[in-house]
């Protein structure tokens, strides 16, 4: 059973936030040094042309000419920092209170985090077998 919520968690927030856009937040977090975050920009960002990208905003973003540079600048940081609360608040957030999840979660009064998670990788796995 933990290795089936550690896999459901990871397929469905770590692998899927660790993607562009998700994955160049990064570029406003000034925890890590400013030399790193260049480098990471460059990486996953810089050296690609628009049609290496998924389709979505960084794609949009390298059509339009948003430079690496640009990522730097004080609008693209408040946009990046922004993208980060969000990501923050929608995880547990948005899976607590979608429908299936609340109607598990209260069923017998309001449950622990950890029990909500098992009940809910334990009925997704029943539909999927």
């Known amino acids: 059973m933990i290795l089936a919520t550690a896999a459901s968690t990871y397929r469905r927030h770590i692998w899927a936030y660790s993607r562009l856009p998700w994955a160049l937040i990064v570029v406003a977090d000034t925890r890590v040094p400013l030399a790193t975050r260049r480098r990471l920009a460059d990486d996953m960002y810089g050296d690609r042309e628009a049609c290496c990208l998924t389709p979505g905003m960084c794609r949009q973003m ?12 004080a609008k693209w940081q ?3 920092a922004w993208l980060a609360q969000l990501l923050r608040m929608q995880i547990c957030d948005l899976e607590w209170r979608h429908g299936r999840n609340r109607k598990r979660s209260h069923g017998s009064g309001q449950t622990r985090w950890h029990e909500f998670v098992a009940k809910s990788v334990a009925a997704e796995a029943k539909v999927m077998n």
């Not at 390298?62 to 540079?69: H, L, N, T």
């Open 62 to 73: 390298k059509e339009r000419g948003v430079s690496v540079d640009d990522l730097f600048t």
């Open 78 to 80: 408040s946009i990046f």
